[in-house]
């Protein structure tokens, strides 16, 4: 049974707005709940309609699954003309979070499932009412799992940013026409940034009636930031400004409204949506109760005259001064189920 609280849907904004202003038409929300006790992410997302559009077709949304401790972030951007984008992004971050935390497959199983049903239903839907036809969108997809088992899937040109070790790397390949050309060498990331074709992706939702899905799996580590944003974000700055921003230490809310303000101040020339998520690093108590586990277990070791049992000495007698690189979370390679 997923769960999912704090709904979250943009707002149609009154009028565009212009560089520079307060963040009046951001739809944000500070992300924080139960799920996971000790080591929960810190979650914050927003959406903002940029300077130029009229409409925000961007739509953003967190699940969860509070037995089986996964967190789900999804980011959608919408594309068609009249409704159709808005209407095809709601639909499949609204499809995707119902679908991806129901059932007992595994993770990436259930990923795939549900965005190829979304794909499904916005095609369907896009036949049935000629003025949603040719609507489709984007999707990126954060499966953050408590015991293991994370995933990313993607169709389109939203992406997934990973920051680690003082550094950012973008966890997606676009697919979209001028990452084509960049991959082939036809193109350098300079001009791609100039292209006038840079808004045309290769692969959508609900444009056809298949679709092929981007499906891997991700180690989290203490202190890993991940962000999931449209090309509102990736295609108005650069990349090392992402990191910048995206590195400092500040509340998950705060980075995000700096992410959206400077998009904004860059031209804004599209909606902008991003998700950030921190997965936290281990406190000083933290350290210290896992110090202490290590030196009771040694100590009855010694008493008893054995080590420490297999099982406790994984999971629990983790010396501190290796508990900052132990890996909190892995997960098996696992290819697109497709394939
Ligand atoms: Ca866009």
Redesign the pocket.
């Known amino acids: 049974m997923s769960r999912r609280r704090d709904r979250l849907s943009y707002r149609e904004p009154l009028t565009s707005r212009e560089s520079g202003k307060s963040l009046s038409t951001v739809d944000e929300t500070d992300f924080s709940g139960p799920v996971w006790s000790r080591d929960e992410p810190q979650i914050a997302g927003a959406t903002d309609v940029g300077v130029v559009r009229r409409v925000n ?2 739509a953003f949304e967190r699940f969860d699954n509070g037995e089986r401790g996964e967190i789900l972030l999804v980011v959608a ?1 919408g594309l068609g003309g009249h409704r159709g984008g808005e209407v095809a992004s709601r639909m499949a971050v609204d499809l995707i979070g119902k679908l991806a935390l129901e059932g007992d497959e595994k993770p990436a199983i259930r990923l795939h499932r549900s965005i190829v049903a979304a794909n499904d239903a916005i095609f369907k839907a896009a036949r049935r009412d000629r003025t949603l036809d040719g609507m489709g969108t984007t999707v990126v997809c954060l499966l953050l799992a408590e015991d293991g088992d994370s995933f990313v899937a993607h169709v389109g040109d939203s992406r997934l940013y990973r920051l680690r070790s003082g550094g950012i790397e973008t966890m997606t390949e676009d697919h979209s026409l001028v990452a084509t050309l960049v991959r082939e060498g036809a193109l350098s990331q300079e001009e791609a940034r100039e292209d006038p074709r840079r808004n045309q992706i290769l692969r959508a939702l609900g444009v056809r009636g298949d679709t092929e899905v981007d499906i891997g799996p991700l180690e989290l580590l203490p202190g890993d930031v991940y962000l999931l944003c ?3 974000l990736h ?1 108005m700055i650069e990349d090392d400004e992402i990191f910048r921003i995206a590195r400092r230490p500040d509340r998950p809310a705060a980075v995000v409204a700096e992410l959206i303000d400077t998009a904004n101040r860059a031209g804004g020339t ?2 902008i949506t991003c998700v950030l998520a921190h997965v936290p690093e281990p406190t000083p108590l933290d350290t210290l109760r896992s110090s202490a586990t290590h030196l009771f277990d040694s100590t009855r070791a010694f008493l008893t005259g054995g080590g420490p049992r297999r099982e406790e000495a994984a999971s629990d007698g983790t010396p501190s001064d290796a508990s900052d690189s132990r890996p909190v979370k892995s997960a098996p390679r696992e290819s697109d189920p497709k394939r």
Do not use: V
């Open positions: 077709e961007d951007d449209s090309d509102g295609g599209d909606n």
